[in-house]
């Protein structure tokens, strides 16, 4: 087939008016930040007309952190320290979290419908992220 074949042209025609027909244009002036969301997460941290900045929020935004917030900074720069990684994933985050001594007592204030059940645990619990695996257990035996 030469690339001049109408019956290629006409497949590679209609499948760009399709990707054509599935990207938003930005200039309808459709704005994405208008639309409110169905469910409110409690994780919303866009400001609309008289939502303030909580205080908690505001101090670390002004570089004035809390001893909590600071803490919390300090133990992921030394973990990524330690361990060589530029970006740590969101397991070593919750690890350094844990660590640190937070456990979740609480049931949660955020509503993520029902994609995660929500639990609590003891306060003394342990934080559980140290526990050698079987695998761990075999390679010392050697």
């Known amino acids: 087939m030469s690339s001049t074949d109408p019956v290629k042209t006409s497949e590679t025609t209609k499948r760009s008016e ?9 200039r309808l002036g459709h704005d994405r930040r208008d639309i409110e969301p169905s469910v409110q997460t409690n994780l919303e941290r866009r400001r609309g007309p008289g939502r303030r900045r909580t205080d908690f929020l505001r101090s670390a935004d002004e570089g004035e952190m809390t001893q909590e917030q600071f803490l919390f900074v300090m133990a992921i720069d030394t973990f990524k ?6 970006f740590p994933t969101w397991t070593d ?4 979290i844990r660590k640190l001594g937070y456990r979740k007592t ?11 059940e929500d ?3 003891r306060a003394d619990a342990p934080s559980g992220v140290n526990k050698p695996t079987p695998e761990d257990e075999d390679e010392t035996e050697l």
Do not use: H, Q, Y
């Open 18 to 26: 399709t990707r054509r027909e599935s990207v938003v244009d930005r």
């Open 81 to 86: 320290r330690v361990n060589g990684l530029t």
């Open 93 to 96: 985050v919750l690890e350094v």
């Open 106 to 116: 609480m049931p949660s204030e955020l509503n993520l419908s029902r994609r995660a």
């Open 119 to 121: 639990w609590t645990e």
